[in-house]
């Protein structure tokens, strides 16, 4: 299946990739599909009426984009590498506020220029 970014879509190919991507899994899968992510967070302002029209109830994005509308739903992933720190952040819906600071972005830089070796854990 295809993973087709849709920051640039227009309104033709955000109707096109949302209905054909709920065709497409509901034939995979054999159930209903009323939820979409939208690939790499990403979407442009056509996306949402698309995904109504497409039938879906939801769509979700996250990196801190997106808010109330249904289908614009922020939503965080918590990851197997996350320390309780962050998985706290991202569960309060802070994370990306607090990763965003100005000493955590250059915490992150100076991190990013050590060896890998020398790399101890940051919020990243």
């Given at each position: 299946?295809?993973?087709?970014?849709?920051?640039?879509?227009?309104?033709?190919?955000?109707?096109?990739?949302?209905?054909?991507?709920?065709?497409?899994?509901?034939?995979?899968?054999?159930i209903e599909v009323v939820?979409?992510?939208?690939?790499?967070?990403?979407?442009?302002?056509?996306?949402?009426?698309?995904?109504?029209?497409?039938?879906?109830?939801?769509?979700?994005t996250c990196d801190g984009?997106?808010?109330?509308?249904?289908?614009?739903?922020?939503?965080?992933?918590?990851?197997?590498?996350?320390?309780?720190?962050?998985?706290?952040?991202?569960?309060?819906?802070?994370?990306?506020?607090?990763?965003?600071?100005?000493?955590?972005?250059?915490?992150?830089?100076?991190?990013?220029?050590?060896?890998?070796?020398?790399?101890?854990?940051?919020?990243?």
């Amino acid at each position: 299946s295809r993973h087709t970014v849709l920051a640039d879509a227009d309104e033709a190919t955000a109707n096109a990739e949302l209905e054909g991507s709920r065709i497409e899994l509901e034939e995979l899968l054999g159930i209903e599909v009323v939820s979409f992510a939208y690939p790499d967070c990403d979407y442009s302002p056509a996306c949402p009426p698309a995904a109504e029209r497409a039938l879906y109830t939801s769509a979700v994005t996250c990196d801190g984009r997106g808010g109330w509308s249904p289908f614009e739903l922020r939503r965080e992933s918590p990851s197997p590498g996350d320390g309780r720190l962050i998985f706290e952040l991202k569960a309060r819906g802070r994370f990306h506020a607090v990763r965003s600071l100005p000493p955590v972005r250059l915490a992150r830089r100076v991190r990013q220029a050590l060896p890998l070796s020398k790399r101890g854990r940051i919020v990243s």
